[in-house]
C-alpha cells in the first residue's frame, strides 16, 4: 500500500481499541467529606450536610471529620449526628 507504516500501525491500534468491548458501567465509588468542630455552631451546619447529601441522591457516602480537643470531646452532645470520624483539634 502506499500508506506509511506508522500511520497503517496507528489505524490497526484504533481499530482494534475500538472493536473491544467496553466494560459494563459501574456504580460512581465518591464518598462525600466535611470538616468540623465541637461546638453548635458546626452541628446545625452538619445537620445540613448530611441533610442535603440524602436529598440531592448522591451516591456513596458522607462523613463528617470533626475536630475537637480532649475537653471538648468530654462535653461534646453532637457525636450521633451522623457518619463521623473524631481527630485531635490542632487549631
Known sequence: T???RPTRL???SLSAATAAPLP???EPRVWTVFC???TNNFDYKSIGVYWSHRLSGMPGGV??????????LKRYKGLNLGNTFVHRNYG
Open 63 to 72: 462523613t463528617r471529620l470533626l475536630a475537637c480537643d480532649e475537653e471538648q
Open 36 to 38: 468540623a468542630e465541637c
Open 2 to 4: 502506499d500508506m506509511p
Open 24 to 26: 459494563e458501567p459501574q
Open 10 to 12: 496507528l489505524l490497526l
